[in-house]
């Protein structure tokens, strides 16, 4: 896989240093996976997002970490959706599910938003179905924020859970839209997360599924 993806991250309660220093690894580990950065949403490259087979949106409804205004516009919206059906992939993790609940075309498009966390727990991570999402993936645990979803009616293949002692939430899921691909993880919150090994298995996973691995899901 010969991929280049644009990431759009950081906001108030999500650094951009933490899935800087996820995909970085990820990318030194994997030389064909290489990565554009957008961190303050004023420079959105509506026109541009076309040359980038893949999005990784882990940013909530902030402009920037020092900017709280939303950035989540209809426009912006329109141009996600437009960018999936036209074959690209959207791939959000955690933050990226966040401050949303008002943007209706990005909920319908992700399939399910975040809705509220606990504080800070042991969240176990548990593939709960074989596909090339979660290949060679295995359960693990870690100090995370356990987020809680709100899921859309549009259909959504679940492969990965989360469970903690709050209880146990959908954790990843894909789903397509007309030619595109869309995966969701919610986990993410700590550095220690995205250097997990497992966790970056489920990136890598993940980002070759949106980027056009070929179907069928199951393997």
Known sequence: MNTKALVLCDDYWHPAKTPRAGLQHLAGAASDIAFDWMED?????????????????????????????????????????????????????????????????????????????????RVTIAPCEVNACTAGVESFTVQDEHYFMLMEDA?????????????????????????????VLTPGHNVDVWLHPQFQMLLRNAMKVCAGAPLPWLI
Not at 54 to 65: D, E, F, G, M, T
Not at 172 to 179: A, I, K, P, V, Y
Request: charged share 25%; with cysteine.
């Open 41 to 121: 949403a004023r420079d959105w490259p509506a026109l541009r997002i076309r040359d980038y087979p893949l999005i990784v949106l882990v940013k909530s409804n902030n402009v920037s970490a020092h900017d709280e205004a939303r950035w989540m516009t209809e426009d912006v919206q329109a141009a996600l959706v437009t960018y999936v059906r036209q074959g690209g992939g959207l791939l959000a993790v955690h933050s990226g599910t966040a401050g949303y609940k008002e943007a209706p075309a990005l909920r319908a498009l992700l399939g399910g938003v975040f809705d509220m966390h606990p504080p800070q727990c």
């Open 155 to 183: 259909p959504v293949d679940v492969f990965l859970k989360s469970t903690s002692e709050h209880g146990e939430q959908p954790a990843g899921w894909l789903r397509t839209e007309d030619r595109g691909r869309v995966v």
